[in-house]
Protein backbone atom coordinates (compact mmCIF):
# COMPACT_ATOMS: atom_id res chain seq x y z
CA UNK A 1 0.00 0.00 0.00
CA UNK A 2 0.72 3.33 -0.77
CA UNK A 3 0.61 6.33 1.34
CA UNK A 4 0.45 9.95 0.26
CA UNK A 5 0.69 13.20 1.65
CA UNK A 6 0.12 16.70 -0.18
CA UNK A 7 1.85 19.91 1.47
CA UNK A 8 2.31 23.26 0.14
CA UNK A 9 -0.96 24.82 -0.14
CA UNK A 10 -2.25 27.88 1.23
CA UNK A 11 -3.78 31.72 0.81
CA UNK A 12 -1.81 33.23 -2.23
CA UNK A 13 -3.00 36.19 -4.13
CA UNK A 14 -4.12 35.99 -7.42
CA UNK A 15 -1.30 35.74 -10.23
CA UNK A 16 0.86 34.25 -7.67
CA UNK A 17 2.50 31.14 -7.61
CA UNK A 18 2.68 28.09 -5.18
CA UNK A 19 4.72 24.75 -5.01
CA UNK A 20 2.95 22.11 -3.92
CA UNK A 21 4.53 18.63 -2.93
CA UNK A 22 3.17 14.68 -2.65
CA UNK A 23 5.48 12.45 -0.47
CA UNK A 24 4.56 8.83 -0.62
CA UNK A 25 5.72 6.14 1.40
CA UNK A 26 7.28 2.98 0.50
CA UNK A 27 10.28 1.99 -1.82
CA UNK A 28 8.13 2.07 -4.89
CA UNK A 29 7.47 5.48 -5.74
CA UNK A 30 9.78 5.45 -8.49
CA UNK A 31 8.22 2.26 -10.12
CA UNK A 32 4.49 4.07 -10.55
CA UNK A 33 3.23 7.02 -13.10
CA UNK A 34 2.00 9.73 -10.76
CA UNK A 35 -0.72 12.44 -11.07
CA UNK A 36 -2.14 15.64 -10.05
CA UNK A 37 -5.29 16.27 -9.74
CA UNK A 38 -7.71 19.23 -8.67
CA UNK A 39 -11.45 19.77 -7.47
CA UNK A 40 -14.35 22.49 -6.74
CA UNK A 41 -16.84 21.95 -5.02
CA UNK A 42 -19.44 20.35 -5.42
CA UNK A 43 -17.48 18.92 -8.97
CA UNK A 44 -15.64 15.92 -10.41
CA UNK A 45 -11.79 16.11 -9.92
CA UNK A 46 -10.02 17.31 -13.04
CA UNK A 47 -6.92 15.86 -14.29
CA UNK A 48 -3.69 18.93 -14.23
CA UNK A 49 -0.50 17.25 -14.84
CA UNK A 50 0.52 13.46 -14.91
CA UNK A 51 4.22 12.17 -14.89
CA UNK A 52 5.95 8.62 -16.09
CA UNK A 53 7.56 6.89 -13.28
CA UNK A 54 10.98 7.79 -14.51
CA UNK A 55 10.02 11.55 -14.96
CA UNK A 56 11.26 12.19 -18.82
CA UNK A 57 7.18 12.07 -20.12
CA UNK A 58 4.76 14.73 -18.51
CA UNK A 59 1.34 15.33 -19.87
CA UNK A 60 -1.09 18.75 -18.80
CA UNK A 61 -4.48 19.18 -18.73
CA UNK A 62 -5.48 22.16 -21.29
CA UNK A 63 -6.84 24.44 -19.32
CA UNK A 64 -3.48 24.45 -17.00
CA UNK A 65 -0.81 24.05 -19.73
CA UNK A 66 1.83 26.59 -19.76
CA UNK A 67 1.19 27.57 -15.95
CA UNK A 68 1.87 24.33 -14.06
CA UNK A 69 4.85 22.00 -14.09
CA UNK A 70 5.14 18.69 -12.63
CA UNK A 71 7.91 17.24 -11.22
CA UNK A 72 9.46 14.03 -8.93
CA UNK A 73 12.66 12.90 -7.16
CA UNK A 74 12.61 9.43 -7.05
CA UNK A 75 15.47 9.41 -4.54
CA UNK A 76 13.17 11.52 -2.17
CA UNK A 77 10.03 9.74 -3.00
CA UNK A 78 8.69 13.09 -3.70
CA UNK A 79 5.94 14.47 -6.48
CA UNK A 80 6.04 18.20 -6.84
CA UNK A 81 3.56 20.66 -8.60
CA UNK A 82 4.43 24.25 -9.68
CA UNK A 83 1.70 26.03 -9.79
CA UNK A 84 2.06 29.33 -11.74
CA UNK A 85 -0.68 32.79 -12.13
CA UNK A 86 -3.52 31.36 -9.99
CA UNK A 87 -6.90 32.77 -10.46
CA UNK A 88 -9.59 32.92 -8.35
CA UNK A 89 -11.85 30.66 -10.30
CA UNK A 90 -9.20 27.61 -9.92
CA UNK A 91 -10.26 24.59 -7.95
CA UNK A 92 -9.32 25.16 -4.74
CA UNK A 93 -8.13 21.42 -3.22
CA UNK A 94 -5.21 19.66 -5.18
CA UNK A 95 -4.52 16.28 -4.70
CA UNK A 96 -1.71 13.67 -5.68
CA UNK A 97 -2.46 10.10 -6.92
CA UNK A 98 -0.39 6.83 -7.82
CA UNK A 99 -1.04 4.88 -11.12
CA UNK A 100 0.14 1.34 -10.66
CA UNK A 101 -0.48 -0.08 -13.83
CA UNK A 102 2.26 -1.77 -15.47
CA UNK A 103 1.38 0.35 -18.78
CA UNK A 104 3.98 2.96 -18.58
CA UNK A 105 1.45 5.94 -20.58
CA UNK A 106 -0.17 8.68 -18.56
CA UNK A 107 -3.29 8.86 -18.09
CA UNK A 108 -6.06 11.46 -17.27
CA UNK A 109 -8.94 9.13 -16.13
CA UNK A 110 -8.99 9.37 -12.12
CA UNK A 111 -10.70 6.33 -11.87
CA UNK A 112 -7.37 4.62 -13.16
CA UNK A 113 -5.34 5.69 -10.04
CA UNK A 114 -5.00 3.68 -7.16
CA UNK A 115 -3.99 5.99 -4.05
CA UNK A 116 -4.80 8.92 -3.01
CA UNK A 117 -3.73 11.93 -0.74
CA UNK A 118 -5.87 13.55 1.30
CA UNK A 119 -5.61 16.88 -0.76
CA UNK A 120 -4.29 20.26 -0.02
CA UNK A 121 -6.26 23.43 -0.13
CA UNK A 122 -5.29 26.36 -2.08
CA UNK A 123 -7.10 29.55 -1.90
CA UNK A 124 -6.26 32.75 -4.21
CA UNK A 125 -7.32 35.83 -3.02
CA UNK A 126 -8.78 38.87 -5.72
Known amino acids: QVQLVESGGGLVQAGGSLRLSCAASGRTFSSYAMGWFRQAPGKEREFVAG????????AYADSVKGRVTISRDNAKNTLYLEVNSLKPEDPPVYYC???????????????????WGQGTPVTVSS
Open 51 to 58: IQRGGSST
Open 97 to 115: AVDRSPIATITRRGSLYDY
